[in-house]
């Protein structure tokens, strides 16, 4: 800890502190208790700047994100963000709800890679809804945040001749934005449990196929990490069934 009152070798970081809506304030406000303890305790600085999201930034500024905060992520160390959304902006159009607020900062930023860890307590087992070995899971899932059906083109609602009315979302993924997602899984895996589970829906689906594949070749980079592949469906029900299942840790 001697090191922490050295001014030298102390280092600077910049966080954007986006709280957003609702329950994102008060998370986001516990979470700087643990930058301010970390700043206590090792040789880091931490500069905050606050900003508007989502449907604090609507009521604001007429937009969830706008061009100055965006410009402030771009400049940011890292990005603390709270969460976005209520019903109180649900009958906004697509494009102006808070929702997309955070998908201009996944797509502006790159963000590619979304880790989400997922783990139990034996404290908490008790509250599960799951069965009693759920407090043994710990797993990351590491989820793909800058491409797919979020962002793929043509989508919006259309009216046919007859006035009945569809719907399209398109699905797209390159090689590239599957590889760099499967890179950062089997990396997790190298510090974890040296297993990676790859979900898809390669059965039925042209970017599950291609997903599987690209996945199968990534793997060949990292011979010392088992990959196993799995439909989502049956994935879904293997976590319900078995969530200490080592094949899918």
Request: glycine content about 8%; proline content about 5%.
């Amino acid at each position: 800890m001697a090191a922490a009152s050295d001014a030298s070798v102390r280092k600077a970081f910049s966080l954007l502190v986006l709280p957003g809506d609702g329950i994102g304030v008060e998370i986001t406000q516990e979470a700087l208790r643990i930058v301010e303890w970390f700043e206590r305790h090792f040789p880091f600085d931490f500069t905050l700047r606050h900003g508007l999201a989502g449907g604090a930034s609507i009521d604001v500024c007429g937009a969830p994100l706008t061009d100055d905060v965006f410009a402030m992520a771009e400049k940011a160390d890292a990005i603390l963000f709270g969460a976005v959304g209520g019903p109180k902006w649900d009958h906004l159009p697509r494009a102006e709800r808070p929702e997309m607020g955070i998908l201009r900062l996944r797509k502006g930023l790159d963000l590619y890679a979304n880790l989400r860890p997922a783990a139990g307590f034996p404290e908490l087992a008790v509250a599960s809804s799951l069965r009693p070995e759920a407090p043994r899971v710990d797993m990351i899932f590491v989820r793909e945040s800058s491409a797919g059906v979020y962002f793929g083109e043509p989508r919006g609602n259309h009216r046919r001749e007859d006035g009945s009315r569809y719907a399209v979302d398109t699905q797209a993924y390159t090689e590239e934005e599957i590889a760099r997602a499967c890179r950062a899984a089997f990396t997790l895996a190298r510090e974890r449990t040296k297993r990676v589970c790859s979900v898809d829906k390669a059965n039925v689906m042209e970017t599950g196929a291609l997903w599987r594949a690209v996945a199968t070749e990534i793997a060949r980079d990292f011979p010392d990490i088992e990959l196993v592949h799995m439909y989502a469906d049956n994935c879904a029900m293997q976590l319900l069934r078995r969530p200490s299942n080592s094949t899918l840790l």
